[in-house]
């Protein structure tokens, strides 16, 4: 009988050890994540047989994560199953990149349903270019670059416990100014992006941030995904400052993600404006998501 639990920061030391093990490629796949956004989800998650488990109850559906660690497929989807209808609720896998795909087909064979949902699938692209943004087709975020270093006084600095309290002060006020009180998103994100600084050490965090003058005016932070990896949990900057968000990409990955190979920036969610704004940057792949069903 499995046992779930809401994640707590002591849990990190028997979870990442599992999540490393497993080197998956898709952003659910960290605990820094999965602690940040447990509280507007509904993450729950357990240890079994050697293998991290997790699952979110959604109406009359459980969706379990697909496992890490020491990953037998029968012996966690069975221990699934039973929770599921001990629950009295359908059962959907979540989480299922590539590998975890091919994991279940070879499994359970045409048995498995894979629903592809694009809104999903994160945007991975190479360090090199993030950090270098050389060549014609990142001409206009150079642009954008050159005007924000010719008109403004800024500079780049690592985020740590100095500096800490002006990224969330900046945080204020990038949600008042975007109507947060009026988005259940961008409340859950708030409060996320709080936790994350509370226990930014704790949780293996990395960042950097922009500041004109005195005043923070981008931030950027994430955590290693995999060995070649990075994963960008949150990226703020204030819109009216030309030139914010490209100069705060580039410096975070030219001064902190160096000794990766790719960099992860996550999903679009549907949204037309995001998804513009990252398939500018000419992504090197995409890491496609499923929900997995498999027939009885």
Not at 17 to 41: A, I, K, R
Request: aromatic share 14%.
């Amino acid at each position: 009988m499995l046992s779930f639990k809401t994640p707590e920061i002591e849990d990190r030391k028997w979870v990442q050890p599992l999540l490393d093990q497993s080197q998956y490629t898709s952003d659910e796949y960290t605990f820094s994540n999965m602690f940040m956004w447990w509280e507007g989800y509904g993450i729950q998650f357990t240890e079994y047989e050697g293998m991290f488990l997790a699952r979110s109850v959604e109406g009359e559906t459980v969706n379990y994560m697909f496992p890490a660690g020491a990953v037998d497929v029968g012996v966690w989807y069975a221990a699934c199953k039973a929770d599921a209808d001990a629950l009295g609720k359908q059962l959907t896998i979540g989480g299922a990149g590539p590998k975890q795909a091919a994991l279940l087909t070879g499994h359970f064979g045409d048995r498995v349903r894979l629903e592809y949902n694009r809104d999903f699938y994160d945007y991975v692209y190479l360090q090199e270019k993030l950090a270098t943004l050389s060549g014609k087709k990142y001409h206009s975020k150079r642009n954008h670059i050159s005007y924000f270093e010719q008109n403004y006084n800024w500079r780049f600095e690592i985020i740590d416990e100095d500096n800490m309290a002006d990224c969330l002060a900046m945080n204020e006020e990038w949600c008042r100014q975007n109507g947060c009180t009026q988005s259940e998103s961008l409340q859950i994100e708030y409060c996320a992006v709080k936790k994350a600084f509370a226990h930014w050490d704790e949780l293996g965090l990395f960042g950097g941030l922009i500041r004109v003058d005195d005043r923070v005016v981008a931030y950027s932070f994430g955590h290693a995904l995999n060995d070649t990896m990075v994963d960008v949990h949150v990226e703020k900057a204030f819109s009216d400052y030309r030139g914010a968000y490209p100069i705060i990409n580039r410096e975070f990955a030219r001064n902190l993600c160096g000794g990766y190979t790719y960099i992860n920036r996550e999903e679009d969610l549907g949204e037309e404006g995001l998804r513009k704004a990252k398939l500018s940057y000419h992504p090197e792949c995409m890491v496609e998501k499923f929900i997995a069903r498999v027939a009885d």
